[in-house]
């Protein structure tokens, strides 16, 4: 068990998150068009995947606009915004915010994603939601880099996310 905090509160965290050398554990996630997809989907590219509570808050929405924006300069890369969203709701967020580069992902039908990812809030108000975190993937879906958020409401390292891309 891992833990983190929420607003200096701790909560845990169950599971392990991958860690750089590691293959990526398997995953089935639903997408904003109700289909189900594995990592097979993306053979072959590189994948960010940026794990959130919600988009419907602040650092969650600010992460994803980041992570669109940092996108579009990323050769042969996909960014998977993954959280316990319903995917109606991902796909009018990022409709509404113009966010055209990143793919959204909804562990609502596999929720399984979360412990075998080490993203599985538990013991709190927030069980069912994943906790903030970034795992990057090399093209054979090994991990070179990864990030829990040890503190729920920051963001991410984005510039230690894509160090590991621009290398």
């Not at 590189?46 to 996108?71: E, G, H, W, Y």
């Not at 069912?128 to 993937?137: D, I, K, T, Y």
């Amino acid at each position: 068990m891992q833990q983190i905090t929420r607003a200096g509160e701790p909560m845990d965290v169950a599971g392990s998150l991958p860690t750089p050398g590691q293959v990526a554990p398997a995953m089935t996630l639903t997408n904003s068009e109700l289909q189900d997809v594995t990592l097979a989907s993306y053979q072959g590219k590189r994948k960010v995947l940026n794990i959130i509570p919600s988009v419907d808050t602040p650092t969650c929405a600010m992460s994803t606009r980041q992570f669109n924006a940092l996108a579009s300069k990323l050769e042969n890369t996909v960014v998977l915004v993954v959280s316990a969203d319903l995917p109606f709701a991902a796909k009018r967020f990022c409709g509404a915010e113009g966010l055209d580069e990143v793919e959204t992902l909804s562990t609502f039908r596999h929720r399984e994603f979360q412990e075998a990812w080490g993203v599985a809030l538990c013991n709190s108000a927030m069980e069912g939601l994943c906790a903030r975190a970034v795992v990057v993937l090399d093209a054979d879906n090994r991990v070179i880099h990864s990030e829990l958020v040890s503190e729920l409401k920051n963001e991410p390292d984005y510039d230690a996310a894509l160090a590991v891309l621009n290398a």
